[in-house]
């Protein structure tokens, strides 16, 4: 390779926040695997996917719509789930944006908001889309430090911490409740305190894809918050607990003047028809999303209270998923579990290299990935 090839003249004109990425990494598929190993019976639970996967009505619904006319465009305007949605959250459709899946959503939160005089703050912990659409728009990011080991909301976010550090140039703050990668979340009456101490000029991004498997007690009340504070936008998925996560459908609820700033930089087209009547017919389904909520509310005690049982820490978790950690490098672990064809999530790229996230899956997947642990563990494997 010649000097020119090593380093293309391009580059010169990269923007300066790009070349500081990394790719976001997603959980590892399992024909990865399957190529990587060898493995032919391979599970997946690195990537918080619902194991029941989507209704039954959205298959059947697919499966007439595919033999439709393909070649039209979709609605870009998403009418029908707009108008279901509005509903749903006792709004009108002008507060919904829809989009390919939440992560663009935050996209173009900071393509609109973001830059180097406006800064985003989010969690030491946070969701790693975060960083990336800061850094993407070369903007200045605050980082909070989680709360400390030893507290009862262990590596959560800090809402004091987000107001002592809070600075005039903020113009979008990221909170995840229930959080990925931890599962922690945010109190409904601390967040509401928090909300009125934020100035006006500074968005509030609530990151809800977990809603669905959060306890209703202890949600916070998005919807009528956002009612009373224009600044706070509502993102939700249909990737979780609805089960569609290969169409990838997100939304937005937001003020109508932050929803029209979103559509201006929305790409045109971002939701296909297959996509938006998947969404569609899964709202029409609540039994469906039940079901997984119920099996998830059965599942998670019964994992978290095996890992304990192997002697391992497990976060405090609201979500479709556990994070565990090992009090030791955690990479081997996940090797070893890699050779016996269970896939979690290591979470050393989010600077917690001693704990594995871990799906809950179904009754038979999570047997089978606490007996391989427990092997592990008494082995010399990890």
């Known amino acids: 390779m010649n000097k020119s090839e090593d380093k293309p003249a391009f580059l010169e004109f990269v923007a300066p926040g790009v070349l500081e990425l990394h790719p976001y990494e997603p959980g590892m598929p399992v024909e990865e695997l399957q190529r990587r190993l060898g493995v032919a019976d391979a599970i997946k639970l690195a990537s918080n996917e ?5 209704s039954p009505k959205v298959k059947a619904a697919l499966a007439a719509a595919a033999q439709g006319n393909l070649a039209l465009y979709p609605d870009d ?21 829809l989009c390919n899946g939440s992560n663009t959503l935050l996209d173009l939160i900071a393509r609109v908001f973001l830059g180097p005089q406006h800064a985003a703050m989010y969690s030491q912990y946070a969701f790693a889309v975060y960083p990336l659409v800061t850094l993407a728009q070369n903007a200045p990011a605050i980082v909070v430090p989680a709360l400390p ?41 601390a967040f509401e305190r928090f909300l009125e101490q934020v100035p006006p000029h500074t968005v509030v991004v609530l990151d809800e894809a977990y809603h669905d498997y959060q ?36 939304y937005g609820v937001a003020h109508p003047r932050l929803t029209d700033l979103l559509h201006r930089v929305r790409q045109p087209f971002n939701n296909g028809t297959l996509a938006l009547l ?71 790229s989010y600077a917690m290299p001693e704990f594995l996230r871990v799906s809950i899956g179904t009754v038979a997947e999570n047997d089978r990935f606490l007996a391989a642990l427990a092997q592990i563990l008494a082995s010399k494997a990890a």
């Open 50 to 54: 619902n194991p029941m996967g989507p």
């Open 77 to 97: 305007g998403g009418f029908r789930l707009k108008a279901k949605l509005a509903a749903q959250h006792g709004v009108t459709p002008d507060h919904i944006t």
């Open 149 to 189: 080991p030893e507290h009862a909301m262990a590596y959560g976010d800090d809402l004091d911490g987000f107001l002592r550090l809070l600075r005039g140039d903020v113009a979008v703050i990221f909170i995840a409740s229930p959080n990925n990668p931890t599962g922690t979340w945010v109190e409904a009456a």
């Open 215 to 250: 306890d209703p007690a202890l949600r916070i009340p998005s919807a009528a918050l956002m009612r009373r504070h224009p600044n706070l936008m509502i993102t939700r998925t249909f990737s979780k607990a609805h089960g569609i996560a290969s169409m990838r459908v997100g």
């Open 278 to 348: 998947a969404a569609e017919v899964s709202l029409d389904d609540p039994q469906h999303i039940a079901a997984a909520v119920a099996l998830n509310n059965r599942e998670r005690p019964r994992v978290t209270a095996a890992l304990q049982a192997l002697g391992l820490r497990v976060l405090p978790s609201q979500a479709n998923f556990v994070t565990v950690g090992f009090g030791r490098n955690a990479a081997p672990i996940h090797q070893a579990l890699l050779e016996r064809g269970i896939i979690v999530r290591p979470m050393g």
